[in-house]
Protein backbone atom coordinates (compact mmCIF):
# COMPACT_ATOMS: atom_id res chain seq x y z
CA UNK A 1 0.00 0.00 0.00
CA UNK A 2 1.20 3.51 -0.78
CA UNK A 3 -0.20 6.73 -0.08
CA UNK A 4 1.30 10.16 -1.83
CA UNK A 5 0.16 13.35 -0.45
CA UNK A 6 0.72 16.88 -2.34
CA UNK A 7 -0.78 20.21 -2.47
CA UNK A 8 0.59 21.58 1.02
CA UNK A 9 2.82 24.71 0.07
CA UNK A 10 2.81 28.36 1.94
CA UNK A 11 -0.06 30.38 2.21
CA UNK A 12 -1.11 33.68 3.95
CA UNK A 13 -3.55 33.47 6.75
CA UNK A 14 -7.15 33.43 5.86
CA UNK A 15 -5.90 31.81 2.55
CA UNK A 16 -7.08 28.20 1.05
CA UNK A 17 -5.25 25.05 0.32
CA UNK A 18 -6.01 22.07 -1.33
CA UNK A 19 -4.78 18.59 -0.16
CA UNK A 20 -4.75 15.67 -2.16
CA UNK A 21 -3.34 11.79 -1.62
CA UNK A 22 -3.70 9.19 -3.71
CA UNK A 23 -3.75 5.80 -2.91
CA UNK A 24 -2.78 2.23 -4.58
CA UNK A 25 -2.30 -1.12 -3.61
CA UNK A 26 -5.66 -0.90 -1.54
CA UNK A 27 -9.30 -1.08 -2.43
CA UNK A 28 -9.81 2.14 -1.63
CA UNK A 29 -13.48 2.27 -1.89
CA UNK A 30 -13.65 0.09 1.21
CA UNK A 31 -11.89 1.87 3.50
CA UNK A 32 -11.80 4.85 6.05
CA UNK A 33 -9.67 7.84 5.17
CA UNK A 34 -8.20 10.10 7.42
CA UNK A 35 -5.87 13.61 7.74
CA UNK A 36 -3.68 14.11 10.58
CA UNK A 37 -1.52 17.25 11.06
CA UNK A 38 1.48 17.35 13.18
CA UNK A 39 2.66 20.92 14.18
CA UNK A 40 6.24 21.80 15.05
CA UNK A 41 7.31 20.42 18.65
CA UNK A 42 4.02 19.29 19.24
CA UNK A 43 2.00 15.31 18.75
CA UNK A 44 0.55 14.36 15.74
CA UNK A 45 -3.31 14.93 15.85
CA UNK A 46 -6.12 14.23 13.92
CA UNK A 47 -8.03 16.11 12.09
CA UNK A 48 -11.18 14.71 9.61
CA UNK A 49 -11.91 11.28 8.38
CA UNK A 50 -14.22 10.01 5.67
CA UNK A 51 -16.00 6.37 5.69
CA UNK A 52 -16.61 4.28 2.87
CA UNK A 53 -20.20 5.55 2.37
CA UNK A 54 -19.00 9.10 2.44
CA UNK A 55 -19.77 10.03 6.31
CA UNK A 56 -17.49 12.68 7.95
CA UNK A 57 -15.83 14.07 10.85
CA UNK A 58 -14.03 16.83 12.19
CA UNK A 59 -11.83 17.92 14.89
CA UNK A 60 -13.38 21.12 16.66
CA UNK A 61 -10.37 23.19 15.39
CA UNK A 62 -11.04 22.76 11.68
CA UNK A 63 -14.66 21.81 11.94
CA UNK A 64 -16.66 24.52 8.76
CA UNK A 65 -13.15 25.74 7.19
CA UNK A 66 -12.06 22.13 6.23
CA UNK A 67 -14.01 19.74 4.07
CA UNK A 68 -12.39 15.86 3.40
CA UNK A 69 -13.69 14.08 0.62
CA UNK A 70 -13.05 11.22 -1.66
CA UNK A 71 -13.11 10.08 -5.39
CA UNK A 72 -13.21 6.39 -4.81
CA UNK A 73 -12.71 5.58 -8.56
CA UNK A 74 -9.61 7.69 -8.79
CA UNK A 75 -8.56 6.52 -5.03
CA UNK A 76 -7.81 9.60 -3.35
CA UNK A 77 -8.66 11.65 -0.82
CA UNK A 78 -8.80 15.68 -0.18
CA UNK A 79 -9.09 18.23 2.32
CA UNK A 80 -9.98 21.27 1.19
CA UNK A 81 -8.80 23.99 3.91
CA UNK A 82 -9.77 27.36 3.88
CA UNK A 83 -9.74 30.79 6.16
CA UNK A 84 -6.20 29.13 7.43
CA UNK A 85 -4.82 30.04 10.41
CA UNK A 86 -1.25 30.36 11.68
CA UNK A 87 -2.40 27.32 14.05
CA UNK A 88 -2.89 25.21 11.19
CA UNK A 89 0.61 25.13 10.24
CA UNK A 90 1.76 21.55 10.53
CA UNK A 91 3.18 18.26 8.00
CA UNK A 92 -0.14 16.74 6.80
CA UNK A 93 -0.87 12.85 6.43
CA UNK A 94 -3.23 10.78 4.72
CA UNK A 95 -4.02 7.30 6.46
CA UNK A 96 -6.23 4.17 5.67
CA UNK A 97 -6.84 1.33 7.74
CA UNK A 98 -7.76 -1.61 5.99
CA UNK A 99 -7.97 -2.30 9.44
CA UNK A 100 -3.90 -2.47 8.87
CA UNK A 101 -2.62 1.42 9.14
CA UNK A 102 -0.87 3.09 6.08
CA UNK A 103 0.36 6.20 6.23
CA UNK A 104 1.32 8.52 3.28
CA UNK A 105 4.87 10.56 3.82
CA UNK A 106 3.61 14.27 4.55
CA UNK A 107 3.06 17.53 3.09
CA UNK A 108 3.75 20.47 5.07
CA UNK A 109 1.52 23.61 5.37
CA UNK A 110 2.42 26.95 6.10
CA UNK A 111 0.45 29.68 7.13
CA UNK A 112 2.50 32.78 7.42
CA UNK A 113 0.55 36.11 9.01
Known amino acids: VQLQASGGGLVQAGGSLRLSCAAS????????AYWYRQAPGKEREWVASIHPAGATDYADSVKGRFTISRDNVKSMVFLQMSDLKLEDTGVYYC????????WGQGTQVTVSS
Open 25 to 32: GIMFRIVS
Open 95 to 102: QVRSPQTF
